[in-house]
């Protein structure tokens, strides 16, 4: 319990303000980059920046279409299975 005093204690002083000011700007720094590595990505493999949330869109949508027919499919083998026990 001390030690959580003493924490609180160092906070309110401001202790930990350039540590954590220093990890944001690290933090901001690395998505920056990362940012710049994709739009690159993105250059080199000929895809347009505009266009590429319209794509992400109709990947998503392909991907739930996808998992409603696995669970379509899951729901109608576990049915069966189900079946098939109970009338034997």
Known sequence: MEQKKDFINDMQEGKYGKAISLGVSALANALIILLICTLKFMHLQGINPENFDKKL??????ISKLHEIEARTWDT???GIYQDIVLK
């Open 57 to 62: 869109t109709e990947y998503h949508n392909m």
């Open 77 to 79: 083998e576990v049915k």
